[in-house]
């Protein structure tokens, strides 16, 4: 009643006659003025609340008229006076429908005794909220409920919660022979440390933790645990666990970090410092495997393509030179089906070797598949640098190779493309020193050509 009261005041309204309809279309919600419980005045957003079209479905009415029937009673708005502050309660609309609201009743004795003002504000969406609420935790508590992993809560060191497949992967006869045991105790005695007095410290782990769930039948399971912390206290745990009893590799896995475990908990920032660094190299082991040739350590096509269009961009930044060699091994498909597979892939491992010697340290020679190889020179110089390059190529790959005992002789067709002149971009340098190659292969092979140029044997200055 203040509340109303206070705002009247401020807003240097007063109850009269005259003043009454702008008191009441003051407020943003259901306000009206009764008399012996009678509808008098109401406002604009009354009429809107209870959908009437005008004042003539409202006004005379007795206000209980838009009350369901439990509030149907003549001392029913004296009721909602003698409470203190608001009061919940429900409202018929016109056309039947009902929706919650807060009441607010106070005397309006200027007037008379007998007259009342009523307000009535919407408070649905609230209740629909709230509702909605409830469904979402109930929808919840029935997805852990029946989620195929474990899930339990914990608060105090003490179990709070456990679903159904926690039970069971367990062996417990129902959820209550479970609540209220300290947590530690459907864990192995080796962990009683790290789920009783760290916790707290392990919560923050962001990785599953590997463990020993203990079984009522005494037997272990392999499992991994999440923790997650409820709230800012420190004391209340969600945890979540995974068998991978199923899993030998995860198994044998665990088996290590358990005897690692057993030894040093107290060590265990460094171990999680040593896993992250495993995982590094691995992965750095599976990008580099990704980049270069699998038989011969080259660079494969698709990191030297990265290379050319960035050696490609430096060079139109210095206004330099580049040189791209496409180079094809001449009798490499004899000695393959002669000598077998395994003289063939010891041949292109020797290959590589000799290729990677008769370069420059800024050279970079790559397989691009078969017995195909490509090399990039940045800052190739003049055509006398890059044909004395192509010039060592063939001489070393003329030598005979030892194929496990027995004698090897190759050749090589290479074709040369030089940036700018034969092609700006990868694209167009690849497919013009590809063609030479194959130009050089037309023309009886073992020997070099430029981009337009006739071929040229090694020892042509």
């Given at each position: 009643m203040n509340s109303i009261a206070e705002d009247r005041r401020a807003a240097g309204l007063r109850f009269s006659w005259e003043t009454i309809q702008a008191f009441l279309e003051f407020f943003d919600d259901l306000a009206c003025l009764c008399q012996d419980g009678i509808i008098l005045r109401i406002n604009d957003h009354g009429l809107d609340l209870l959908r009437a079209k005008d004042r003539s479905q409202v006004i005379g009415r007795p206000f209980t008229d838009f009350m369901p029937a439990e509030y149907q009673d003549d001392d029913t708005l004296n009721m909602f006076l003698e409470e203190e502050g608001v009061c919940p309660a429900k409202i018929r609309r016109v056309d039947g429908t009902t929706f919650g609201v807060d009441f607010r009743v106070q005397w309006a004795r200027e007037l008379g005794d007998e007259y009342l003002v009523v307000r009535a504000t919407d408070i649905s969406e609230r209740i629909h909220m709230a509702e909605d609420i409830q469904r979402s935790e109930a929808r919840f508590r029935k997805l852990v409920g029946n989620t195929m992993q474990m899930i339990a809560a914990v608060e105090d060191g003490k179990i709070t919660f456990i679903n159904h497949a926690g039970v069971e992967l367990i062996g417990a006869k129902g959820a209550e022979y479970v609540v209220g045991e300290p947590v530690a105790s459907i864990f192995h005695s080796d962990?009683?440390?790290?789920f009783g007095d760290m916790i707290a410290e392990m919560a923050q782990e962001e990785d599953m933790i590997p463990a020993r769930l203990a079984r009522?039948?005494?037997g272990f399971i392999d499992v991994h645990t999440g923790l997650t912390a409820l709230g800012d206290t420190g004391h209340a745990f969600m945890i979540e666990v995974h068998d991978i009893t199923a899993h030998r590799k995860a198994v044998m896995s665990l088996h290590k970090l358990n005897m690692e475990l057993e030894q040093r908990v107290s060590d265990r920032t460094r171990e999680?410092?040593?896993?992250?660094d495993r995982r590094r190299k691995a992965e750095e082991q599976m990008s580099y495997l990704a980049r270069h040739d699998a038989l011969t350590g080259l660079p494969n096509r698709s990191l030297m393509m990265g290379l050319l269009d960035n050696?490609?961009?430096?060079?139109?930044?210095?206004q330099t030179t580049l040189a791209l060699m496409f180079i094809d091994l001449d009798g490499f498909k004899a000695i393959n089906d002669t000598m077998g597979h395994d003289a063939g892939d010891e041949l292109l491992k020797q290959v590589s070797e000799r290729l990677d010697d008769s370069v420059r340290v800024s050279d970079t020679v790559a397989r691009f598949g078969g017995d195909e190889f490509v090399i990039c020179c940045p800052k190739a110089g003049t055509e006398t640098d890059i044909a004395?390059?192509?010039?060592?190529i063939l001489?070393?790959?003329?030598?005979?190779?030892?194929?496990?005992?027995?004698?090897?002789k190759i050749g090589a067709s290479i074709g040369i493309a030089v940036f700018p002149q034969h092609g700006t971009n990868v694209d167009t340098l690849l497919l013009a020193a590809d063609d030479c190659m194959y130009a050089v292969k037309a023309a009886g092979k073992n020997a070099y050509t430029f981009s337009g140029r006739p071929p040229l044997p090694k020892n042509t200055h």
């Open positions: 962990y009683a440390e790290l009522r039948d005494g999680l410092s040593e896993e992250v050696e490609i961009r430096h060079a139109t930044r210095d004395g390059i192509a010039r060592k001489a070393t790959l003329e030598a005979p190779f030892d194929l496990d005992g027995r004698e090897g």
